[in-house]
Structures are given as C-alpha cells and as structure tokens.
C-alpha cells in the first residue's frame, strides 16, 4: 500500500513536535501512516505538506510529484490559508479543488478529503460563512469523484481547547492524534484507541489567567501572523516537505 499526504500547515503536522525535537513536526498524517504501517506490516508514505501554502501553491508543487507516484491513496486538505485571505473566494477555490481530485482519480488514486473544524465559537467565528460555503463545496466534490471524507465539522472533541496549540490555529498533538485515528476509522483500518474519547474535566481557569493568556497569544502568534501577512510572506517560505519521496514505514513494535 502507499500513502501521500499533501497540503499545507494541517498535513504537515504543526503543532504536534516530535519528541526528539529538531524543528520536524509529526502530525496526523504521520500518525496515520504508523497505524497504516501497524495494520499490514509495511507501507510506502510520502508528505509533501508545506506550511503556509495556498491551494495554487499546493497544485504547482505537489500535485505533480503526487501523480507521478500514482499512489493507492492521497490525503488532500487545501484552500484554508486562501479564506483567510481578504480575496478568499470559497468557490473559486472549489473549481482548483475539483479539476485537482479529477486529475488525482484520473491515477487511479483514492482520494481523501476534509471539511474543517466549526468554529463557530472561537475567535474565527467572523469568517464561519466562507469556511462552510467551501466546505459544502468540498462534499460536493467528494460526492462527485467517490472520495471518502473526513468530517471534521461534526467531531466535537476537536472544539476542545485542549485539541488545539498555541497559537490558537493548528491543531495541538492530542489533536492531531485523535483526527489520525479518525481519518483511520474512515479508511477502515481498526485502531486500539477511540478519537471521540470524551476530555477529562479541565482545571478551571480564572479571568486573569484567560487574559494573560490571550495577550501571550497575540503578542507571539497572531501579531507576527499579521505582520507575515502585511508583508506578503509565509511561514513556509523556507520549508522544504518532510517527506519528499515514497519511502518504507515498517510496523512499530
């Protein structure tokens, strides 16, 4: 079996640091790509999820790699960083997703694809319109093409404060571990653990607390977000994919 994952920050896995550190993030997918490996024995996998990039990006860079590999399934998770943009056009972006996955099912690929979090009552709330005109966009697409479809919308667990990092933005490694099982669950590869396990009870947080927590975060996270955006930069400008190649995951013992 063999497994690409592409898109930008989400696949990438940032957030979810491996232990040995080295600036390398792990991630969902690499997450997944274990349990695929644990399953049958031996996978071929390969990420070419950069942060930062738009979904024009994702096509120019890694949609070719991606079809030249003609793997048997492709995870694509794209369009996020454009609705935040001032230009973000949920349909346009839909037509780029669509004449994607044609090409990606035209290989003979199974494509997985993903709708985003509700976040409905989190500080992004403002842009909720956008986010599920695309995501409707992007059920029609999956419809279309018979992909399958990680729905995110409906995983409560992920509206969890404690499913998301700092920076209020990407997922944190309880995150990312419990969308890699379900992602599994919906390529119907058993795990040992459940995703929708429920939270334990949180610590409560008083209001000075909350408040310098949310001036951490604007001052380390959504300050130089604005300032990279200002600026036309990204921060994936100097990342290079983790995992450019098809190489072999063995089963963890």
């Known amino acids: 079996m063999s497994l690409v994952a592409i898109g930008d920050s989400f696949t990438e896995g940032v957030g979810d640091p491996y232990p040995q550190g080295e600036g390398a993030f792990r991630g969902w997918a690499d997450r997944l790509a274990q349990h695929l490996a644990d399953h049958v024995g031996e996978i071929a996998y390969a990420n070419l999820a950069v942060r930062g990039k738009l979904i ?122 419990r969308l890699a099982l379900r992602v599994a669950e919906v390529l119907g590869v058993p795990t040992a653990e459940r995703w929708d396990e429920p939270w334990p009870e949180a610590e409560p947080v008083s209001w000075s607390e909350a408040r310098r927590e949310d001036l951490h975060w604007v001052r380390e996270s959504l300050g130089p977000w604005i300032g990279r955006r200002l600026t036309g930069r990204s921060s994936g400008d100097t990342v290079t994919a983790k995992r450019p190649e098809l190489t072999p995951l063995t089963r963890d013992r």
Not at 56 to 76: G, K, S, Y
Not at 101 to 111: A, I
Not at 146 to 167: G, H, K, N, Y
């Open 56 to 177: 024009r990006q994702i096509v120019t860079d890694q949609l070719p790699p991606a079809l030249e590999m003609a793997p048997d399934v492709v995870t694509l998770c794209a369009g996020g960083n454009d609705l935040l943009r001032p230009a973000g056009d949920p349909e346009r972006l839909a037509k780029i997703l669509d004449h994607t996955v044609s090409r990606l099912t035209g290989r003979g690929s199974r494509v997985v694809l993903f709708t985003g979090v509700n976040v409905s009552s989190g500080y992004m709330r403002g842009t909720i319109g956008l986010f599920a005109r695309y995501y409707l966009n992007v059920r029609a697409i999956a419809d279309r093409y018979d992909c399958l479809l990680v729905d995110q919308w409906s995983m409560d667990v992920l509206t969890d404060p404690r499913a998301w990092d700092e920076d209020r933005l990407h997922m944190s490694p309880e995150g990312h571990r």
